[in-house]
C-alpha cells in the first residue's frame, strides 16, 4: 500500500506561482512512476504532468512552459512548480503514482489515469482574476 499526501495549494492571484508537493509512503520512491492531475468543477479530471522512473516528463498542451514536474528521490516527494497561473487553472489537483517493474515502463511516462494505483486526496488551487 502507498500512501500519497499532496501540500502547497492556496489561493493566488492570476500571474503567480504555486509550488505543489506530492509525499509517498510505502515501497522505494524510486520505483514508481508519478503524475499530477486536475479536476475543475464540474469537469472530469485530466492530466497535468508526468514523470517517468527515468526522470523523463510530458506535460498536457494547456501547460505550455508553465509548469514543470521533478521528483526528488532521496525525499520521496514529486513536486509540480507553477508559474504565470490563470483562473482556468483553479481545480483541485492530484498526486497519482504507479509501481514500476519493468525495463520499458522505467522509460514510460504515464499521462492516463488508469496507468496510475494509487492517488492522493488532492490539493485545492484557486486563482484569482
Known amino acids: 500500500q502507498v500512501q500519497l499526501v499532496e501540500s502547497g495549494g492556496g489561493l493566488v492571484q492570476a500571474g503567480g506561482s504555486l509550488r505543489l508537493s506530492c509525499a509517498a509512503r510505502g515501497r522505494t520512491f524510486s520505483s514508481y512512476a508519478m503524475g499530477w492531475f486536475r479536476q475543475a468543477p464540474g469537469k472530469e479530471r485530466e492530466f497535468v504532468a508526468a514523470i517517468s522512473r527515468s526522470g523523463g516528463t510530458l506535460d498536457a498542451d494547456f501547460v505550455k512552459g508553465r509548469f514543470t514536474i521533478s521528483r526528488d528521490n532521496a525525499k520521496n516527494t514529486v513536486s509540480l512548480q507553477m508559474n504565470s497561473l490563470k483562473p482556468e487553472d483553479t481545480a483541485v489537483y492530484y498526486c497519482?503514482?504507479?509501481?514500476?517493474?519493468?525495463?520499458?515502463?522505467?522509460?514510460?511516462?504515464?499521462?492516463?489515469?488508469?496507468?496510475?494505483?494509487?492517488w492522493g486526496q488532492g490539493t485545492q488551487v484557486t486563482v484569482s482574476s
Open positions: 497519482a503514482c504507479a509501481a514500476v517493474d519493468s525495463v520499458w515502463d522505467y522509460y514510460h511516462v504515464r499521462t492516463k489515469e488508469r496507468e496510475y494505483d494509487y
